[in-house]
């Protein structure tokens, strides 16, 4: 069974930043991809950024793309999102997910972890 535990959150002001983590567990993800996703109160889950295991592409959001950045670390199985210059619209809470294939939509994925909350304050 895999695991996907994240870690990294917390309160923070306008235009600073966190780093979010991402452990797996259960298996090595030398294939595959991760994904970020987000969501706010009321709101569905979007969209933030992913990343193929094996290195060589990433996407992200229009929303965050020059703020954010995210990347892994193969040898530790763990997944990290870089957030920079961080907006109170981007108060949500953070979840990691892992699956076969880089995709923008959270079907693609299949394994999520429990969410970490970010809140940006103005």
């Known amino acids: 069974q895999v695991q996907l535990v994240e870690s990294g959150g917390g309160l923070v002001q306008a235009g600073g930043s966190l780093r979010l983590s991402c452990a797996a567990s259960?298996?090595?993800?030398?294939?595959?991809?991760m994904g970020w996703f987000r969501q706010a109160p009321g709101k569905e889950r979007e969209f933030v950024a992913t990343?193929?295991?094996?290195?060589?592409?990433?996407a992200y959001a229009d929303s965050v793309k020059g703020r954010f950045t995210i990347s892994r670390d193969n040898a530790k199985n763990t997944g990290y999102l870089q957030m920079n210059s961080l907006k109170p619209e981007d108060t949500a809470v953070y979840y990691c997910?892992?699956?076969?294939?880089?995709?923008?939509?959270?079907?693609?994925?299949?394994?999520w972890g429990q969410g970490t909350q970010v809140t940006v304050s103005s």
């Open positions: 997910a892992a699956g076969r294939y880089v995709d923008s939509r959270p079907v693609g994925y299949d394994y």
């Open positions: 259960g298996r090595t993800f030398s294939n595959g991809a």
């Open positions: 990343i193929k295991w094996s290195g060589g592409y990433t």
